[in-house]
C-alpha cells in the first residue's frame, strides 16, 4: 500500500470526524510552497489548520510525535498564505488529528484523537 493512499484515507476519515463534530470543512490538501495543509475546517470563531496523522498504532510513537517543529512550521508558513489570499475575521488555529488504523486501508475499527491548538 502506498502511503498517498494511506495518507488520503487518513484525511477522509479526519475530515468525516470534524464534520460529525460541527466543523465545517472549507479546503483540503491545500498547497503552497512553502507547505501543505490537510484540512482547513471552521467552527465558532475558529479557522481551524489541521495536521491529520495516519499510523497502524502507537509502537514506535504516538502519531503526534510525527509532527516535527519543521512540519509546523512549513504548516504555519502555508496558514500564512492561506489567510493572505482568503480574508477572514476568523481566529487561526492549529490542530493535529491522530487516526490509528490497525489493519490500514481493512480496518474495521479506527481510533482518531483530536488535539486542539496542538501547536
Not at 510525527?66 to 482568503?86: C, E, G, P, S, Y
Request: hydrophobic residues 40%.
Amino acid at each position: 500500500m502506498d502511503t498517498q493512499t494511506l495518507g488520503a484515507y487518513g484525511e477522509k476519515k479526519a475530515a468525516n470526524y470534524l464534520k460529525l463534530h460541527g466543523y465545517r470543512i472549507v479546503e483540503t490538501n491545500c498547497r503552497y510552497r512553502q507547505g501543505e495543509i490537510d484540512i482547513i475546517a471552521s467552527k465558532r470563531g475558529y479557522i481551524v489548520f489541521v495536521e491529520v496523522k495516519l499510523r497502524k498504532n502507537a509502537d514506535y510513537g504516538e502519531a503526534k510525535e510525527f509532527v516535527t517543529a519543521a512540519k509546523q512550521q512549513r504548516v504555519i508558513a502555508a496558514a500564512q498564505m492561506w489567510l493572505q489570499a482568503n480574508e477572514t475575521e476568523l481566529q487561526p488555529r492549529f490542530d493535529v488529528i491522530e487516526v490509528y488504523a490497525p489493519e490500514g486501508l481493512n480496518s474495521k475499527r479506527i481510533k482518531i484523537n483530536h488535539i486542539e491548538n496542538a501547536f
